[in-house]
């Protein structure tokens, strides 16, 4: 049974794919094509659904499990900021650096040179019978000034708790043992396991 993802980000597609070694992964553009979709819920988890179900229902199968995720970065001394508007915290369109460089800017504006931070991370998994929502989150700090070249999005500038390098400078490997995505996709791994076992 084919593993359809219900996103395009090569940052997140290249770290789910780490994880389903062996199973046959497909991002959905390689099946449907660029296409946009309105992420209008309010939290992590309604979005992750939207996302799969959105996917699910334009491919027309009933043989397929799509996989999604919505994540994002919080800050609580920015009021939450950016939450589940991680990927647009600098406007429609903004790229990850202008995203990144945002948040720099609104720490210096409280003064701060770091802040508690977490990630937090929904997975959905969405077949024709039934639908699942799991969470993951990785703690740490936000810094302002951004280090390394590896990971994606908010990387270079965030340190996970217990290490004093950011995850531009760390190892893959280790992003994957602490991430947030990890951790949900850890939950869903065995659900997906007896979705597949169901379908034979
Ligand atoms: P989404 O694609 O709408 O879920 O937006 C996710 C956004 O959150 C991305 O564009 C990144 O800016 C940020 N993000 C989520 N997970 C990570 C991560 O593991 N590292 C860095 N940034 C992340």
Not at 51 to 60: D, P, Q, R, V
Not at 161 to 190: Q, V, W
Request: net charge negative; proline share 5%; charged share 30%.
């Amino acid at each position: 049974m084919q593993i359809i993802l219900a996103t395009s980000n090569k940052g997140k597609v290249k770290e789910i794919r780490s994880l389903f070694d062996g199973d046959e992964v497909v991002p959905f553009v390689q099946l449907l094509g660029p296409m946009e979709i309105e992420e209008n819920g309010e939290t992590f988890a309604q979005n992750a659904l939207i996302k799969a179900k959105t996917i699910f229902e334009k491919l027309g199968q009933d043989d397929v499990i799509v996989v999604s995720d919505d994540s994002g970065i919080t800050v609580p001394l920015l009021g939450n900021e950016p939450g589940i508007y991680s990927a647009r915290y600098a406007g429609e369109g903004a790229s990850d650096r202008d995203n990144l460089m945002k948040l720099v800017k609104e720490l210096g504006k409280k003064g701060a040179k770091e802040a508690p931070a977490y990630y937090t991370a929904a997975i959905a998994v969405v077949t024709k019978d039934t639908e699942y929502v799991m969470h993951g989150w990785m703690h740490g700090k936000v810094i302002d000034t951004p280090r390394g070249e590896g990971g994606f999005g908010y990387d270079p500038i965030f340190i996970p708790e217990g290490f004093d390098k950011t995850l531009g400078e760390l190892p893959a490997e280790t992003k994957k043992s602490l991430s947030h995505r990890s951790k949900a996709l850890g939950i869903a791994k065995p659900i997906i396991e007896m979705l597949k076992e169901q379908a034979k």
